[in-house]
């Protein structure tokens, strides 16, 4: 029976950046339930980065974050992991004063956003219906993230590193024997001292399939659609377009529009499928806020994002095993807080020290520690 310092479930954006960090110190195993890496969640997202837009907490695990994707280490990639976007802002009537406060407080954060006139936001956006949208700005802190990119990159540097990453291999049940997990799989038997729990949306199931209490880490879905747009309309040129309640939002993806309703809405975990009402939804806000008509929708699926009762992630050691170990309920920033969590969460595994950026950002391990849910 083969034995690993760590086996890590879960081969997604968080077990693969865990992988990556960690492999270099450590024996490591990553076991993925499907044929494919990050086949549920991460494969599917939308992947966005902003140094916004979400708790302060996730907001200092991006900015950890950004250096890494900025300037990854040599041999980690051979394309850029972000590509400049941009995100115009927009309301209708009657939501003048919510644009306006969003533009004020990311002014006050030392964003260089720009007030555009409706016609101004035209100009940016050709299609946009000039009789929905009252108020609109532009936010330059939006870029694209290559996803398929940085979760290969994080698989590759894990092999490197002498990690195994083993695909088809479902967690069936684990057991503790002298000091060791017994891990059970349907690739096999083999052991390892802690076992890391990144599933996503299956998290609290395989804790509860190692004899963990779960934390309540609850699967949401997301649905998004792509269609064509009209001749004439260069894709690649446009910003990321979203709603100021972000009821919302649109985005170019691979030559076409994406389309999403910004649902979540939770759901069991599964190989999650768009409901017909939600793609609906993503047509009908389409259609609303532009001069587009959906005649035919090129593609659309859903998507899992996970989170914990105060979403924010949790990571570290369970507080009834310390040989189980979290890292879990990303939410919708898995991708984009992977450097950062993956460092946080092997600095955690090996007891080492964390960068220094980490005390820079005020971030705080107990902060997203299994305890806080007592």
């Known amino acids: ?170 967690l069936l049940g684990a057991r503790q024997e002298g000091g060791r997990w017994l891990i059970e799989t349907s690739a096999g038997t083999l052991s390892a001292d802690v076992v890391v729990n990144a599933s996503g949306g299956w998290a609290d199931m395989v804790a509860g399939r190692c004899g963990v209490a779960p934390v309540g880490i609850v699967p949401h879905r997301r649905t998004a659609i792509t269609v064509d747009l009209p001749a004439g309309i260069d894709v690649s040129a446009l910003p990321e377009i979203n709603e100021i309640d972000e009821t919302y939002y649109f985005k170019p993806d691979a030559g076409r529009l994406l389309a999403s309703p910004a649902d979540e809405t939770p759901c069991e975990p599964a190989d ?37 009762a105060d979403r924010l992630p949790v990571v570290g050691p369970a507080a009834d095993n310390p040989a189980f170990f979290w890292l879990a309920g990303q939410g919708g920033y898995g991708i984009l807080t992977s450097p950062g969590l993956g460092q946080l969460a092997a600095a955690l595994l090996t007891g080492s020290a964390l960068p220094r950026i980490f005390a820079a950002e005020g971030v705080q391990p107990a902060t997203f520690s299994p305890g806080r849910f007592g």
Not at 279 to 303: K, M, P
């Open 1 to 170: 029976m083969k034995h690993h310092d760590v086996a890590i479930v879960g081969g997604g954006i968080a077990g693969l950046s865990l992988a990556h960090f960690l492999a270099p110190d450590r024996s490591v195993v990553v076991l993925e339930r499907e044929s494919a890496h990050g086949y549920h969640s991460s494969g599917r997202s939308a992947a966005e980065f902003t140094l916004r837009d979400n708790a302060p907490p996730v907001n200092a695990l991006a900015r950890i974050s950004h250096s890494f994707m900025a300037q990854p280490p040599e041999g980690f990639v051979a394309v850029p992991l972000l590509t400049a976007r941009g995100s115009l802002w927009i309301g209708t009537a009657g939501k003048e004063e919510a644009v306006a406060q969003a533009r004020r407080k990311a002014e006050a954060e030392g964003v260089a956003v720009v007030r555009l006139t409706v016609e101004e936001a035209l100009v940016r956006v050709p299609f946009l219906d000039p009789e929905y949208v009252a108020a609109a700005y532009f936010d330059p802190d939006y870029c694209d993230i290559d996803v398929d990119a940085l979760l290969q990159g994080y698989a590759r540097s894990a092999r490197r590193a002498g990690a195994e990453l083993v695909t088809g291999a479902e």
């Open 272 to 308: 999650v499928q768009p409901e017909e009402l939600d793609v609906a939804y993503a047509a009908h806000y389409l259609e609303e806020a532009t001069t587009l008509t959906v005649g035919r929708i090129a593609s659309s699926w859903a998507g899992m994002r996970s989170f914990s």
